[in-house]
């Protein structure tokens, strides 16, 4: 029952993806199955976390092989919340393709595609096995490829191409890390790394080695200097798609360096220093990158990585406040993320361009709407007292403890050049007239109630979850709290391995 209840995110999508892959010209089937997948691996993750929350971490043996010789799927708290953030998206994302997304598209094989890539992320999280962890990667980065070429448009092709070479980069770094720790332990499963680690007789080689696999999650997770993939990237698919790029793909990176670098390379002095250096610098230059940018999802791709880099200073402090502040901030992001480019793709069903010169005019016509978004965009900005706030006053109370003055004054910087941003947004966006020389091309009023509904719901659903992650800080910091004292002390993990 434990074992169905873990596996359950992983095996719902592939039956989903392999049901939608004999329905291949039936769009209206496809649509169907994926928002039932959708719900149903939702269902399972709220019923996973739940229980884990309460219970603790549990642990499933591939075909009964006990650890460290056979495959081993762990459930701890971290991954829980991982796997529930992203049903939540998953769902929030397949509802809107339904008709954020056109049939041509859904034709070349969409739905099954995204099904694969989000029971890749699920088994990314799910996984105790560093070299599976790589395996999921790879599923990942080839279900989003595909889903990136969708269309075959000039402009997809060249973000794709972007996308995948420095991606290919990032699985060298990560594979020739996997190498090198197995030759120097003999185990790839990774309560068992950390066990052997702390024995290792060559600490230099160690240190080379998480080396690797800081460059592999770094470029993962678009941090200086190896971001640019993103922005030249992510603005080319459809919202759809790139709503669950820029929600939940760069946050697979964070998710594997809080895992790979508590269990296996626990930050020495160097490796702090390092990630903190990046963490400053990737928040600067994600911060002057928005300023500049008037297109939607060219402004919302460097917030991504203007606040990847909060979440990298976190974990290179590696303290229990710090983690949790970490932690807190990837439940708010991936939710805020996700919502702003399906915002973006509401405001291309309504005005058909996504260039802040040529829009204007939305609060006249849809208050309702605009209200609606306000929210996700104050949220974004951490306006007291919704989601993003919370995070970064843990973040602001470590910085200063640990005497971190230059990630102080980046973060500061990388909140005023957010709030800045969205005031412009907001501004030219929503208050302003409409520019006279603008064609409005409304595919929205033409719609019938359903794709209208089918729209806006997932926007809605998100707000609302973003909404309670502000209101109900307490609870989430109290989750927070756990999975940091979990990452500072991993004992219940390897027992729970090891069933010791």
Same mark, same amino acid.
């Given at each position: 029952m434990i074992g169905n209840l873990l596996l359950a995110p992983i095996f719902i999508h592939l039956v989903i993806a392999v049901l939608q892959l004999t329905a291949w010209r039936k769009t209206i089937t496809q649509r169907i199955l994926s928002a039932t997948g959708t719900l149903a691996a939702l269902i399972a993750a709220i019923s996973?976390?739940?229980?884990?929350?309460?219970?603790?971490?549990?642990?499933?043996?591939?075909?009964?092989?006990?650890?460290?010789?056979?495959?081993?799927?762990? %459930?701890? $708290?971290?991954?829980?919340?991982?796997? @529930?953030?992203?049903?939540?998206?998953?769902?929030?994302? =397949?509802? !809107?393709?339904?008709?954020?997304?056109?049939?041509?598209?859904?034709?070349?094989?969409?739905?099954?595609?995204?099904?694969?890539?989000?029971?890749?992320?699920?088994? %990314?999280? $799910?996984?105790?096995?560093?070299?599976? @962890?790589?395996?999921?990667?790879?599923?990942?980065?080839? =279900?989003? !490829?595909v889903l990136m070429t969708l269309g075959g448009r000039k402009t997809q092709l060249e973000g794709a191409l972007k996308y995948m070479s420095m991606n290919i980069l990032a699985s060298m770094f990560f594979l020739a890390g996997i190498g090198i720790l197995y030759g120097m332990t003999g185990s790839l499963n990774m309560a068992d790394l950390a066990t052997k680690m702390s024995n290792i007789q060559n600490p230099s080689l160690a240190g080379i080695t998480s080396i690797f696999f800081i460059l592999g999650f770094g470029i993962k997770s678009a941090v200086f200097p190896l971001y640019f993939w993103l922005p030249s990237s992510y603005h080319t698919p459809p919202s759809a798609v790139a709503a669950t790029f820029g929600g939940l793909l760069t946050k697979v990176g964070i998710y594997a360096m809080l895992r790979v670098h508590s269990l296996i390379f626990i930050p020495d002095s160097f490796t702090q220093k390092l990630l903190m250096v990046i963490a400053v610098l990737t928040i600067v230059t994600g911060a002057f990158g928005a300023l500049i940018k008037t297109n939607l999802r060219r402004l919302f791709s460097y917030l991504i990585v203007c606040h990847i880099g909060f979440m990298i200073g976190g974990i290179s402090m590696f303290t229990k406040i710090a983690l949790m502040g970490t932690v807190f901030y990837l439940i708010h992001d991936i939710m805020v993320k996700t919502n702003l480019f399906l915002i973006a793709g509401v405001i291309m069903q309504l005005r058909g361009v996504m260039t802040m010169e040529r829009l204007g005019g939305l609060y006249k016509e849809y208050p309702k709407i605009s209200l609606l978004i306000a929210l996700v965009l104050f949220s974004l900005v951490g306006v007291p007292p919704l989601s993003?706030?919370?995070?970064?006053?843990?973040?602001?109370?470590?910085?200063?403890?640990?005497?971190?003055?230059?990630?102080?004054?980046?973060?500061?910087?990388?909140?005023?050049?957010?709030?800045?941003?969205?005031?412009?947004?907001?501004?030219?966006?929503?208050?302003?007239?409409?520019?006279?020389?603008?064609?409005?091309?409304?595919k929205f009023e033409s719609s019938s109630f359903l794709r209208k509904l089918l729209l806006i719901l997932p926007v809605g659903i998100l707000a609302c979850v973003t909404l309670y992650i502000g209101l109900n800080a307490e609870v989430i910091a109290q989750v927070a709290d756990r999975i940091a004292e979990e990452l500072v002390n991993t004992d219940s993990y390897v027992k729970a391995v090891f069933r010791k």
């Open positions: 996973l976390f739940s229980y884990v929350y309460k219970n603790g971490t549990i642990t499933v043996n591939a075909s009964n092989w006990e650890a460290p010789f056979g495959i081993v799927f762990v %459930a701890d $708290l971290l991954a829980c919340t991982m796997v @529930l953030l992203t049903s939540i998206a998953g769902f929030a994302v =397949s509802l !809107f393709s339904a008709t954020g997304l056109s049939r041509q598209r859904m034709l070349y094989g969409y739905f099954p595609i995204f099904h694969f890539l989000l029971m890749g992320l699920n088994g %990314a999280f $799910l996984t105790g096995d560093i070299f599976n @962890l790589y395996v999921w990667f790879e599923v990942i980065i080839i =279900s989003s !490829f993003g706030f919370w995070p970064k006053l843990y973040l602001f109370k470590e910085a200063f403890a640990e005497h971190q003055f230059f990630y102080i004054v980046a973060l500061i910087a990388g909140s005023l050049v957010t709030l800045y941003v969205i005031i412009r947004l907001w501004a030219e966006v929503f208050w302003k007239d409409v520019p006279a020389e603008s064609e409005i091309d409304n």
